[in-house]
């Protein structure tokens, strides 16, 4: 009977033969690490490092996203908007197919309706400041003043006037004895309540007389609402002559449109000033230009209608 040490002995010193197939492990030695670099550097020598077809693999930085993002973009400047076969999409009818017919119309007259000039000119031009200062609330206050009594005066023509008059029931009066025969007495009547007053001055051409462009109109509604716009110029005297001078109430613009102001305008690059009206009837309105020159004023231009 043998003892377990020996058999253990016996095994360690006499090993079974070698399996084909079993992984065996030696030490790497000096000789074994230089082979191995040789074979990895003529591996890769071998391969080709400048294949046009080569797929490479880079990670993109945060800047060169957002130049890829800019450059497809369909709203950016790349190549896609510079297409002209590029198919344009839009809502309805393409332009170029739409009759007169199908053309959309301007209808109606928006509430509070801000309006400015916009002049297309081929030349570059310096620009030409039109609008006159005010040297201080005195001088605004005295020409308002003096705008005031035009529009009344030109008001209460207006009134006088058989179309302007409004019907009113007819009054039977009644005999009364007078206790003071001698003594009369003179009804005052108080200033036409004028609203919504504008005044601006300008200075039409250089050198050029001061004018002023006053609007405003008084309470009620119907033929009791009426507009006034006065234009005057300073005679060099201190004194003011009307160019321009329009009444018309709430019930009969389509016989007298209101004159409402816009803007000036060099419409004729002349460091000349015109003046630009909107003509607004009771459903449709124009448009005039007019000169005004030593406190006379000319249309130069009217647009069409629209409705």
């Known amino acids: 009977m043998k ?6 002995d016996t095994t360690a010193s006499n090993p ?4 084909p197939d079993r992984p065996t492990m030696t030490r790497r030695t000096s000789t074994t690490d230089t082979q191995n670099t040789t074979t990895d550097t003529a591996s890769s ?7 046009p077809d080569r797929p490479t693999l880079k990670r993109h930085s945060a800047e060169d996203a957002k130049r890829a993002h800019d450059t497809n973009s369909v709203a950016g400047t790349g190549n896609l908007n510079d297409d002209p076969n590029r198919p344009n999409l839009h809502h309805g009818k393409p332009t170029s197919a739409m009759t007169e017919e199908d053309l959309p119309k301007l209808t109606g007259i928006p509430q509070n309706l801000h309006q400015m000039v916009a002049v297309s000119d081929a030349a570059n031009r310096d620009p030409h400041a039109f609008i006159l200062d005010w040297e201080d609330a005195a001088q605004h206050a005295a020409i308002l003043e003096k705008m005031q009594t035009m529009a009344r005066a030109q008001l209460a023509a207006y009134s006088a006037t058989p179309a302007a008059k409004p019907a009113t029931p007819a009054i039977k009066k009644t005999p009364t004895t007078a206790t003071h025969p001698h003594r009369t007495t003179t009804p005052t009547t108080p200033p036409m309540l004028l609203s ?3 005044l601006k001055a300008y200075t039409l051409s250089y050198g050029g007389a001061a004018t002023y462009v006053y609007s405003a109109h008084t309470a009620g509604t119907g033929a009791a609402l009426r507009y006034v716009t006065i ?3 300073d005679n060099g005297l201190g004194e003011l002559k009307p160019a321009i001078q329009s009444v018309t109430d709430a019930a009969h613009l ?3 449109p209101l004159m409402r102001f816009v803007d000036v305008v060099d419409a004729e690059a002349s460091n000349r000033a015109s003046l ?3 003509l607004r009837g009771q459903n449709a309105r124009q448009f005039g ?3 005004v020159i030593a406190s006379h004023s000319e249309q130069i231009f009217l647009t069409g209608t629209t409705q």
Not at 3 to 8: I, L
């Open 3 to 8: 003892r377990k040490s020996d058999s253990a």
């Open 16 to 19: 079974p033969a070698d399996d």
């Open 45 to 51: 020598a071998s391969t080709p490092s400048s294949d």
């Open 196 to 198: 919504d007053e504008e």
């Open 231 to 233: 234009v005057a110029q």
């Open 254 to 256: 389509d016989r007298t």
């Open 276 to 278: 630009l009206f909107e």
């Open 289 to 291: 230009l007019y000169r």
